[in-house]
């Protein structure tokens, strides 16, 4: 702990604006009290400290014979209220009830600040010189906007400052309708004063009555972009279908696991040779895929848009060095580098591990979005760089992998690449539908569907699996497709006589219903006015249908049925729905009978709990712990529900958290997109 004065007050008076130490200023007394903490004092001690400064009558001296310091506070002669000849006593008395009468004035501020003030000591010590600083510096400016004693003009210089240097903004938080304050130059931690608080709305409202209406800062969108501009795009023109090429006919049609794969989905990004066929296999022309993949738009595209928001204020500028950096890094392996060689692949390795760390230190949030699209390009030229035989399907809907690994000689693996936080949080979850199609059971391949009130899955399964030609024969349908699905995996004991014959009840009762409001709302148009009356009237049975399953269906029921630590996904809250439940029914069985999974291979990347950067491969399994399965079973505006979810995580762990296709954290228990 430093308690020398003097070498206090000098970093005080360097970290203020205009060099000049002042009590009087709140704003100056919380730099004060962030000088304090760095210096190791306590929060008692720098309390009692502030206090004492704040109350104090009197001029005084500090720092000792040749200090130019000198704080002032409450004088007595400019804040005398009693008779020329009063008593020390009076004018104490005095000088009190004016001290008391500000701080009853200010006290709403001063709270506020020093939340503000907290929530920044919880996150300074993990921030850069550069943050640090915008963020001491905003503080300084949000007490001047919160001093009474401000001038206006003051007042607004401040919150010009705020959105100039601090790329101040804000955004509404859909819950609360309060606005959430964004320091976007703090990057992943701009959001640093509160979460769409009342503390954050009031800023908010004070900086737009002196500037007015500040831009709002879509955090969704900027991350749906950079998703977007981060996409791999090798060409629609080095688009190979199996009728175009031999060798990529031969290629699909030579193993057990591509040959189950819908024709129509077969195909491969190929380098051609001079007579437009593809070059294979790839192992023979590492060099020219390696050129073909590092030179696709997708890194360049990222590039523009972070030059566009920087403009915009929104991101940190680390965001575009890294991405920078990274590319001439490849270009240099290109230029350099034996290829094939170990060195190569591991430059490469190297390359996307910088650029990861890059990210996540400029904006955690935004390097999601940007490492989910790479990740397939990490791994694809790694392995081209190191002379394997690699391709990446030309289908954007190719089931279950990312990208094919082997040739008609050897295994072929269809590598799935995953990017997160954490290592159970990573990556898109594949929907179960296109991992059903690789099953070797052809009556198996088409059991899932991806939203409640689906044509053909209206309980998110085949419709054939259990409807029958009116209720009572649906039940009869029900109970036998429950019993015979989970008995052939030795799970029949699951559930009792008597529970699978009320579970099958209330089923046969909800597919009626949601039959109704099928009916009643067919002809409402656009498709989007549909679903949404769809939704609302099915929110009249909903809960009533879920609380009714919900007595019957336990936790350990759906340990048993997709694994302990998928249940809680499965029997929530509120009850267990029911097109979820029939969903876990069924995938119970395919992830244990589909011998595909083995031939599956899943990549993550991601941070580890101490922030390093890791690359794991795993062989895929048939064990439902292994993967975390939740379910989206509505369809909303722009997004057709998903259906039973796989995540493969290998660890036997759920994971918490997906990134959807466009780069957005969806919580993995309640299937909405967290705020960010």
């Keep these: 702990m430093i308690t020398d004065l003097n070498e206090i007050l000098v970093e005080w008076s360097y970290r203020t604006s205009d060099g000049k130490p002042d009590v009087k200023n709140s704003a100056k007394l919380i730099?004060?009290?962030?000088?304090?903490?760095?210096?190791?004092?306590?929060?008692?001690?720098r309390a009692e400290l502030l206090n004492t400064l704040m109350e104090a009558d009197i001029v005084t001296k500090i720092g000792g014979s040749g200090s130019p310091y000198t704080v002032k506070n409450f004088n007595k002669e400019k804040h005398k209220l009693v008779k020329k000849n009063a008593s020390d006593d009076e004018i104490a008395k005095a000088t009190k009830k004016k001290v008391d009468k500000e701080k009853s004035k200010d006290s709403g501020a001063n709270k506020t600040l020093k939340t503000f003030n907290g929530n920044i000591d919880k996150i300074l010590s993990d921030l850069n010189d550069n943050k640090k600083k915008i963020v001491q510096d905003s503080l300084e400016k949000i007490s001047i906007i919160y001093d009474n004693k401000s001038s206006d003009d003051d007042k607004k210089e401040a919150a010009q400052w705020l959105v100039d240097n601090a790329?101040?903004?804000?955004?509404?938080?859909?819950?609360?309708?309060?606005?959430?304050?964004?320091?976007?130059?703090?990057?992943?931690?701009?959001?640093?004063?509160?979460?769409?608080?009342?503390?954050?709305?009031?800023?908010?409202?004070?900086?737009?009555?002196?500037?007015?209406?500040?831009?709002?800062?879509?955090?969704?969108?900027?991350?749906?972009?950079?998703?977007?501009?981060?996409?791999?795009?090798?060409?629609?023109?080095?688009?190979?279908?199996?009728?175009?090429?031999?060798?990529v006919a031969d290629y699909f049609g030579g193993h057990k696991v591509l040959q189950k794969i819908r024709p129509n989905l077969?195909?491969?990004f190929g380098v051609k040779d001079e007579n437009g066929k593809v070059k294979m296999p790839s192992s023979e022309h590492s060099k020219d895929y390696l050129a073909q993949s590092v030179n696709n738009p997708a890194l360049q595209n990222t590039i523009d848009y972070a030059k566009e928001q920087i403009k915009n204020g929104t991101i940190d500028e680390g965001v575009l060095s890294s991405i920078e950096d990274h590319q001439k890094r490849m270009q240099d392996v290109l230029n350099d580098y034996e290829i094939p060689s170990e060195e190569a692949k591991q430059a490469i390795a190297d390359s996307y591990n910088d650029l990861m760390v890059g990210l996540h230190k400029a904006d955690s949030d935004i390097a999601n979005s940007i490492m989910k699209q790479l990740a397939e390009n990490n791994l694809y030229e790694q392995e081209l760089a190191n002379g394997e035989e690699v391709y990446l399907p030309s289908a954007g809907n190719f089931p279950a992998g990312d990208k094919i690994k082997g040739g008609t000689?050897?295994?072929?693996?269809?590598?799935?690449?995953?990017?997160?936080?954490?290592?159970?949080?990573?990556?898109?979850?594949?929907?179960?539908?296109?991992?059903?199609e690789l099953h070797q059971d052809k009556s198996?391949?088409?059991?899932?569907?991806?939203?409640?009130?689906?044509?053909?899955?209206?309980?998110?399964?085949?419709?054939?699996?259990?409807?029958?030609?009116?209720?009572?024969?649906?039940k009869s349908k029900t109970k036998s497709f429950i019993e015979k699905t989970l008995s052939e995996v030795d799970l029949g004991d699951t559930f009792s006589e008597e529970e699978t014959s009320e579970i099958s009840s209330v089923v046969s009762d909800y597919m009626e219903e949601v039959d109704k409001i099928k009916e009643e709302t067919k002809d409402e148009s656009p498709v989007s006015r549909r679903w949404k009356l769809f939704g609302q009237k099915l929110k009249e049975i909903e809960k009533d249908y879920k609380e009714k399953l919900g007595g019957i269906v336990t936790e350990?029921?759906?340990?048993?049925?997709?694994?302990?630590?998928?249940?809680?996904?499965?029997?929530?809250?509120?009850?267990?729905?029911?097109?979820?439940?029939?969903?876990?029914?069924?995938?119970?069985?395919?992830?244990?009978?589909n011998e595909s999974l083995n031939d599956l291979e899943h990549n993550k990347q991601f941070y580890d709990e101490n922030d390093e950067p890791k690359f794991v491969t795993s062989k895929g399994t048939q064990n439902p712990d292994d993967y975390s399965i939740t379910f989206r079973t509505k369809r909303t505006a722009g997004r057709t529900g998903g259906g039973c979810q796989l995540s493969f995580t290998g660890d036997g762990k759920a994971a918490p958290t997906d990134l959807t296709d466009d780069g957005l954290a969806i919580d993995a228990e309640t299937g909405k997109v967290k705020e960010v």
């Design 167 to 247: 790329g101040f903004s804000a955004n509404k938080m859909p819950s609360t309708g309060k606005r959430k304050a964004y320091l976007n130059k703090l990057g992943g931690d701009r959001k640093v004063l509160g979460n769409g608080t009342k503390g954050t709305e009031e800023l908010v409202q004070k900086v737009e009555s002196l500037l007015g209406p500040l831009q709002e800062f879509d955090a969704s969108s900027v991350k749906i972009g950079f998703s977007a501009a981060a996409k791999p795009d090798l060409g629609n023109e080095n688009m190979v279908k199996p009728s175009q090429d031999k060798g």
């Design 444 to 474: 198996k391949q088409n059991n899932q569907g991806q939203y409640l009130g689906e044509d053909g899955y209206t309980l998110l399964i085949n419709d054939n699996l259990i409807r029958g030609a009116n209720k009572e024969e649906t």
């Design 409 to 436: 000689l050897e295994k072929v693996s269809l590598i799935s690449c995953k990017f997160g936080k954490a290592g159970r949080v990573y990556g898109c979850p594949a929907n179960s539908k296109t991992i059903c």
């Design 31 to 45: 730099i004060l009290e962030s000088v304090l903490n760095d210096f190791g004092w306590s929060r008692e001690a």
């Design 556 to 593: 350990e029921h759906a340990a048993s049925l997709i694994g302990k630590n998928n249940a809680k996904n499965l029997v929530q809250s509120g009850g267990v729905k029911v097109e979820a439940f029939m969903s876990a029914i069924e995938i119970a069985n395919n992830i244990r009978t």
């Design 266 to 268: 077969h195909g491969l």
